[in-house]
């Protein structure tokens, strides 16, 4: 028998089918997922957990013309597989292959371009209103998980939308589940919710009207009577607006296919709380959705297997330690991550500092301004944040710590190109937006032993100070266990060469060593972004007749910016080539690669140097 799944290239396809197959197609889309992402990796446990929800999406909405907004996007594989994209999925995150996250140049389904959570409500509301004015049909659905709908601009959103006359549908997908085990006192009112009979009873309403079904319009009624008829009266949603429905079972496509065919003909803002599983269908995904939350390769059957112990740490395991060792050594630490635990390398402190640890949920906005508020009253605090989370949080940067020049450290993990995620998540701004705000203090270690000094240095600074470091591991360096710090705004010269003085900054001072023996340059490990050592910026400008800045960051107001400035009010001429990442969006791909094809390896460093020396000649 064909399986279902083969004849769907496209929603049409999807609706063709009868209530009583979709079952069966969430069996194969499961299946198909599940082996699809072990062979590439990527976001499995989401994907896991909303492959009903998507089919029923899609089922009754009329996409795409109807419009589907969903938030992070890392939930879409199904999506993107009933969208015509089930053969990309074997260069899912590979370059130039399809984004893990919806990208409205990628298809026509994709209505709107995440990566970053909690915009989904907003974009719908913004689509539903746009709908209405020009007299359009089209329904809107935001689909939105229960760790995004902790941010800020949900509310936002939902505060927003509650009071305009658009038919927006919200679909809260509750897995109880963040990347990490939830937080928060809204994670508590959902639960609330949850509480009781009432998740049973609206499942069995569900199954109950759709087997007396005389037809869908009829069964969908009645399902709103019995699912409206068993909800608590004025929930958070209704007290904002919204008509709430629920909670149902996510996984029950009985249940969600007429509760959705009732709420898309419904006018107004409408809510739907949908509960789901991460993981679903896969026992190891569903006993640990932390660990499959994003996977590298892995075999189905015996699950992913432990890391090898590497001697080669990660960024972000020498910020763990370091976290810790500080921690040990300075009561006032407190340790806080905007819901990225375990990618920032806080689970350890989590469990040796659990009274000095604050996961805020995701809301990058409120974690600056909490560690403002610490440090007012004397605590040290260290936001452990990903270089484009802290992109949210740029007005609370500048606003509420730097302003007041108080003295936070700012971990910034992710600095630079990070690979299968993509132009979403790539670290590529930070320099840039960091440099031009006054009191900030910004380093990039080159190796992971500068790394620990450079956090160490941060601490003891009385004022903001970011240490932006890559993902992944660096060069395997030794690294002293000790706390000693480095001297403020000093590089140091790595190699001595001859008319060529590369200035290199953080991670490019690998390949900038590589290219200065091919070169037999001068090589500087400038470590300080700001203050920016203009003595050894001066005495280079005088020895050597190029001066080539190295940065993984963008070109515009980086590091070679400030290097250039610094050139220019002294007075000194000596011409400057500024090398990083170009004036363009970088999609996903292998790291390494990519920085290859934009020439910041030592062959593309060494060739722009001597293009530079031959249009000088
Ligand atoms: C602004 C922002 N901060 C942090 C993240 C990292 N992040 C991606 S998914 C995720 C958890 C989302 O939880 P939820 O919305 O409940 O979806 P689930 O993973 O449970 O499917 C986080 C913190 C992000 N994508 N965007
Ligand atoms: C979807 C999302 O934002 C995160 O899951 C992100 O993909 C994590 O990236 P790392 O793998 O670099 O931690
Ligand atoms: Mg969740």
Redesign the pocket.
Same mark, same amino acid.
């Given at each position: 028998m064909t399986p279902l799944l083969d004849t769907i290239q496209s929603p049409a396809d999807l609706r063709l089918l009868s209530p009583h197959q979709l079952p069966q197609l969430a069996d194969e889309l499961r299946q198909f997922l599940l082996e699809s992402v072990a062979k590439t990796g990527g976001?499995l446990s989401s994907n896991l957990g909303t492959i009903e929800l998507t089919i029923a999406l899609h089922y009754v909405f009329n996409t795409p013309e109807d419009r589907l907004v969903w938030d992070? $996007? /890392?939930q879409t594989y199904a999506h993107k597989v009933l969208t015509g994209r089930r053969e990309g999925m074997a260069r899912l995150r590979m370059y130039q292959g399809i984004s893990?996250?919806p990208k409205r140049t990628e298809s026509i389904y994709d209505t709107f371009g995440v $990566? /970053?959570?909690s915009t989904s409500i907003s974009a719908a509301l913004g689509m539903a209103v746009a709908a209405r004015n020009k007299g359009e049909e089209r329904r809107v659905a935001a689909i939105i998980g229960d760790g995004a709908m902790s941010a800020g601009q949900a509310f936002e959103a939902l505060n927003n939308g509650g009071t305009l006359d658009a038919n927006l549908l919200v679909i809260l997908n509750d897995n109880d589940m963040s990347?990490s085990p939830p937080v928060g006192a809204l994670n508590k009112y959902l639960a609330r919710l949850l509480s009781g009979r009432t998740f049973n009873a609206a499942r069995r309403a569900g199954g109950k009207v759709l087997s007396v079904m005389p037809s869908m319009r009829e069964f969908a009624s009645r399902v709103e009577e019995h699912v409206k008829g068993m909800i608590s009266p004025g929930t958070l949603f209704e007290e904002l607006g919204f008509n709430y429905i629920g909670p149902i079972n996510g996984h029950d496509l009985e249940a969600l296919i007429p509760t959705l065919q009732n709420l898309r003909r419904l006018q107004g803002p409408q809510f739907l709380h949908v509960i789901t599983q991460k993981g679903q269908g896969y026992k190891l995904a569903e006993t640990d959705p932390v660990l499959y939350?994003?996977v590298s390769k892995f075999d189905t059957t015996c699950g992913i297997k432990p890391a090898k112990s590497s001697s080669k740490l990660t960024y972000t395991q020498v910020f763990s330690d370091w976290l810790c060792d500080q921690a040990a050594s300075d009561s006032r630490l407190m340790g806080i991550t905007p819901a990225?635990r375990?990618?920032s390398g806080l689970l350890r402190f989590s469990q040796e500092f659990p009274d000095r640890y604050f996961d805020v949920g995701i809301a990058e906005q409120h974690a600056l301004t909490f560690a403002a508020g610490l440090a007012c009253e004397g605590m040290k605090p260290v936001v452990a944040i990903?270089s484009t989370f802290l992109q949210r949080a740029y007005d609370q940067l500048i606003h509420d710590i730097a302003l007041q020049n108080l003295p936070i450290v700012f971990a910034i993990d992710?600095g630079g190109l990070?690979g299968a995620?993509g132009a979403t998540?790539n670290g590529a701004f930070d320099l840039s937006y960091l440099t031009c705000i006054p009191n900030m203090v910004v380093m990039t270690p080159s190796d992971e032993d500068e790394c620990r000094k450079m956090l160490s240095t941060a601490f003891a600074i009385d004022g903001p100070v970011a240490v932006r470091y890559p993902?992944g591991s660096g060069s395997g360096v030794p690294i002293q266990p000790d706390l000693s710090t480095l001297a403020i705004g000093k590089g140091e010269v790595k190699r001595q060469g001859k008319r060529t003085a590369l200035l290199a900054f953080g991670s490019m001072l690998t390949p900038a060593l590589a290219a200065g023996d091919l070169l037999d340059a001068t090589v500087v490990n400038m470590r300080f972004v700001k203050p920016i050592d203009h003595e050894l910026i001066h005495s280079l400008a005088l020895s050597h007749d190029l001066l080539v800045s190295i940065e993984e960051n963008t070109i515009i107001g980086g590091a070679g910016a400030e290097v250039s400035r610094i050139l220019e009010e002294s007075g000194l001429r000596v011409p400057h080539l500024r090398l990083g990442l170009p004036d363009h969006f970088i999609d996903q791909g292998d790291s390494a690669a990519l920085l290859s094809k934009i020439g910041l390896d030592p062959a593309g460093i060494a060739s722009s140097v001597c293009e530079k020396r031959a249009a000088n000649s």
């Open positions: 976001h992070v $996007g /890392h893990g996250f $990566g /970053h959570s990347i939350h994003g990225m375990e990618g990903y992710r990070v995620d998540h993902r």
